[in-house]
């Protein structure tokens, strides 16, 4: 069976490394694997295995308006030859006539929309949801209205969401129930054994806190902070380890630099996140929102006790609050859940407890039926 995944790009991220696990499994069990990028930023392309082919497939350049781009905002809806372009044309484009048994929009927006657009009519097509559509961005990019938008999952025959909220969201503001199913994302659980082992680039010496993520907004790492300066200013002694990159990156920063923050250190792009997390003594995901969280799950397979946010994905993965610390999703939920855990490290042998029931939630081999049993229809 030929498979055919069409996402922004590889770089190191939740959903990149969701592809990539997934990817991989799959070329194991004898599928072949096509992946077109869309971006190339190949941060997690050495992670692939060989048998994947990776195909980076660039916009298409625009012939005549390059140099005026103010003119090429009013004529060409906001610049973009993909908004403007129907899906057919698009996965003439991207696709061609190479032929896939299964096609797969591995995430919102353009990849939706070029899949949509397959004039392969023996193909199965799959689209993956991996955010909350009810409070996500970019739900409607590249589309003209929210009708394009779901004209485009109307051609779909199944809707793959990451976790019950995320369905739920999507079906209440795009529709299709009939078509959307859960599964979560897969975690490839003897990599994340085997790299948790190797050794930190950085001396632990104190109590250690880790958040991993994309520099963003939505991460809420500003909030994070806030929570920080708070706790230093009541005297408890910690530092917190910030794994990742992004543009918000040198505002951090530079909050931190303005407010003393010397516990805050900003270990920037890790390809390797899971020694980190073995080494932490709590994760703490202080997302505004999400689809499912792939940190706070590999948090949690490496027995490192959690704190989040109370937000899509991870309110699934810590059930409600029975695995982990669910805290209300502002800077002052955070405070105080970091605060009962300062305030009280005896709890952390609670939760470390609590992160070892939870394993067989992660089930790799369960998972995985379930995805191939989708693919075959």
Same mark, same amino acid.
């Given at each position: 069976?030929?498979?055919?995944?069409?996402?922004?790009?590889?770089?190191?991220?939740?959903?990149?490394?969701?592809?990539?696990?997934?990817? %991989?499994?799959?070329?194991?069990?004898?599928? $072949?694997? =096509?992946? !077109?990028?869309?971006?190339?930023?190949? @941060?997690?392309?050495? #992670?692939?295995?060989?048998?994947?082919?990776?195909?980076?497939?660039?916009?298409?350049?625009?012939?005549?308006?390059?140099?005026?781009?103010?003119?090429?905002?009013?004529?060409?809806?906001?610049?973009?030859?993909?908004?403007?372009?129907?899906?057919?044309?698009?996965?003439?484009?991207?696709?061609?006539?190479?032929?896939?048994?299964?096609?797969?929009?591995?995430?919102?927006?353009?990849?939706?929309?070029?899949?949509?657009?397959?004039?392969?009519?023996?193909?199965?097509?799959?689209?993956?949801?991996?955010?909350?559509?009810?409070?996500?961005?970019?739900?409607?990019?590249?589309?003209?209205?929210?009708?394009?938008?779901?004209?485009?999952?109307?051609?779909?025959?199944?809707?793959?969401?990451?976790?019950?909220?995320?369905?739920?969201?999507? %079906?209440?503001?795009?529709?299709?129930?009939? $078509?959307? =199913?859960? !599964?979560?994302?897969?975690?490839?659980? @003897?990599?994340?054994? #085997?790299?948790?082992?190797?050794?930190?680039?950085?001396?632990?010496?104190?109590?250690?806190?880790?958040?991993?993520?994309?520099?963003?907004?939505?991460?809420?790492?500003?909030?994070?902070?806030?929570?920080?300066?708070?706790?230093?200013?009541?005297?408890?002694?910690?530092?917190?380890?910030?794994?990742?990159?992004?543009?918000?990156?040198?505002?951090?920063?530079?909050?931190?630099?303005?407010?003393?923050?010397?516990?805050?250190?900003?270990?920037?792009?890790?390809?390797?996140?899971?020694?980190?997390?073995?080494?932490?003594?709590?994760?703490?995901?202080?997302?505004?929102?999400?689809?499912?969280?792939?940190?706070?799950?590999?948090?949690?397979?490496?027995?490192?006790?959690?704190?989040?946010?109370?937000?899509?994905?991870?309110?699934?993965?810590?059930?409600?609050?029975?695995?982990?610390?669910?805290?209300?999703?502002?800077?002052?939920?955070?405070?105080?859940?970091?605060?009962?855990?300062?305030?009280?490290?005896?709890?952390?042998?609670?939760?470390?407890?609590?992160?070892?029931?939870?394993?067989?939630?992660?089930?790799?081999?369960?998972?995985?039926?379930?995805?191939?049993?989708?693919?075959?229809?």
């Amino acid at each position: 069976m030929r498979i055919l995944f069409i996402l922004p790009s590889l770089r190191l991220g939740g959903l990149e490394r969701a592809q990539v696990a997934l990817a %991989n499994a799959l070329v194991s069990r004898g599928y $072949k694997v =096509t992946i !077109i990028i869309l971006s190339n930023t190949n @941060d997690l392309k050495d #992670e692939l295995d060989s048998r994947v082919e990776v195909i980076y497939k660039p916009d298409k350049p625009h012939k005549f308006m390059k140099s005026v781009p103010y003119i090429r905002h009013k004529l060409y809806d906001d610049g973009m030859w993909e908004t403007r372009a129907t899906p057919k044309t698009l996965y003439k484009y991207y696709v061609g006539n190479k032929k896939y048994d299964v096609e797969i929009g591995f995430f919102r927006g353009l990849s939706v929309k070029i899949i949509s657009g397959s004039t392969n009519k023996d193909s199965r097509k799959i689209a993956w949801v991996h955010s909350d559509f009810k409070h996500c961005g970019g739900v409607t990019n590249n589309f003209k209205s929210l009708e394009d938008t779901k004209y485009a999952y109307s051609k779909y025959q199944k809707i793959v969401c990451v976790s019950k909220q995320a369905e739920d969201s999507f %079906n209440e503001i795009i529709g299709f129930h009939d $078509k959307t =199913t859960v !599964i979560y994302n897969m975690l490839p659980t @003897d990599r994340i054994l #085997e790299k948790s082992k190797e050794t930190i680039d950085i001396k632990k010496e104190k109590f250690t806190i880790l958040s991993v993520g994309h520099s963003i907004n939505v991460k809420g790492f500003d909030r994070l902070l806030e929570a920080v300066k708070r706790l230093n200013g009541d005297g408890f002694d910690f530092d917190l380890w910030l794994v990742g990159y992004g543009e918000d990156e040198d505002k951090l920063k530079e909050y931190a630099k303005e407010n003393k923050l010397n516990n805050v250190k900003f270990l920037g792009f890790q390809k390797n996140p899971y020694k980190y997390m073995k080494n932490a003594d709590l994760y703490v995901c202080s997302s505004r929102y999400e689809g499912f969280n792939l940190t706070v799950a590999e948090a949690l397979f490496l027995e490192t006790p959690v704190i989040s946010t109370d937000c899509t994905g991870p309110r699934e993965i810590l059930a409600d609050g029975k695995y982990g610390v669910l805290v209300d999703n502002s800077t002052e939920g955070l405070y105080n859940g970091i605060y009962s855990i300062l305030k009280n490290k005896g709890l952390l042998d609670t939760y470390k407890n609590k992160a070892i029931l939870r394993k067989p939630f992660f089930d790799e081999r369960k998972i995985l039926g379930e995805i191939e049993t989708l693919l075959q229809g």
